[in-house]
T-cell receptor, first 114, second 112 residues
Framework: DSGVTQTPKHLITATGQRVTLRCSPRSGDLSVYWYQQSLDQGLQFLIHYYNGEERAKGNILERFSAQQFPDLHSELNLSSLELGDSALYFC?????????????FGEGSWLTVV | KNQVEQSPQSLIILEGKNCTLQCNYTVSPFSNLRWYKQDTGRGPVSLTIMTFSENTKSNGRYTATLDADTKQSSLHITASQLSDSASYICVVSGNTGNQFYFGTGTSLTVIP
């Protein structure tokens, strides 16, 4: 158990809908990262938050947004969902933003868009 | 273009044998390189992290090497076990360390 908690574990929704994925980082970790893993594109970095502030953006679509709250939990909002958004979404956390920090991954949220 | 390429794509080895996985990258500027092990349907687990100045790092039966000049890394697994069957992913961080570029992974199967 990495200590990173993600909910829901599985989610099925229809195209055009909006969903929110939630992440609780490890106790004491200030950095939260979101990743998408699909069958055809592998793992992709979406976005990084540190202590409530956005630090870096990767291949995150404009239909997607994220935020980190004062209690350090984070949410990833996916809107106007398309079939291609079906993927496993991982949240990860680390102590801070230092280069050598271990990044711990949650077990992921499986999103299926039908 | 920042890219990370891994080889082989898949590998089958006998239990107890050694194997080496390769990772080549074009990410620049370079911050660090990480190897992860990912069981099917589970979150990746960190094996090693190496910065520019480090050229080898071990974690039990896993040893990673880094040649920052040729932009190559390898992950050597010794005395493989059935539980080593997983996907091994190379991740390179660029810039300040907050941009991540993932390889597509090597799928390793260890058979009895």
């Amino acid at each position: 158990d990495s200590g990173v908690t993600q909910t829901p574990k599985h989610l099925i929704t229809a195209t055009g809908q909006r969903v929110t994925l939630r992440c609780s980082p490890r106790s004491g970790d200030l950095s939260v990262y979101w990743y998408q893993q699909s069958l055809d594109q592998g793992l992709q970095f979406l976005i990084h938050y540190y202590n409530g502030e956005e630090r870096a953006k990767g291949n995150i679509l404009e239909r997607f947004s994220a935020q980190q709250f004062p209690d350090l939990h984070s949410e990833l909002n996916l809107s106007s969902l398309e079939l291609g958004d079906s993927a496993l979404y991982f949240c990860a956390s680390s102590v801070d933003t230092s280069r050598g920090n271990t990044i711990y991954f949650g077990e992921g949220s499986w999103l299926t868009v039908v | 273009k920042n890219q990370v390429e891994q080889s082989p794509q898949s590998l089958i080895i006998l239990e107890g044998k050694n194997c080496t996985l390769q990772c080549n990258y074009t990410v620049s500027p370079f911050s660090n390189l990480r190897w992860y092990k990912q069981d099917t349907g589970r979150g990746p687990v960190s094996l090693t992290i190496m910065t520019f100045s480090e050229n080898t790092k071990s974690n039990g039966r896993y040893t990673a090497t880094l040649d920052a000049d040729t932009k190559q890394s390898s992950l050597h697994i010794t005395a493989s076990q059935l539980s080593d069957s997983a996907s091994y992913i190379c991740v390179v961080s660029g810039n300040t360390g907050n941009q991540f570029y993932f390889g597509t992974g090597t799928s390793l199967t260890v058979i009895p």
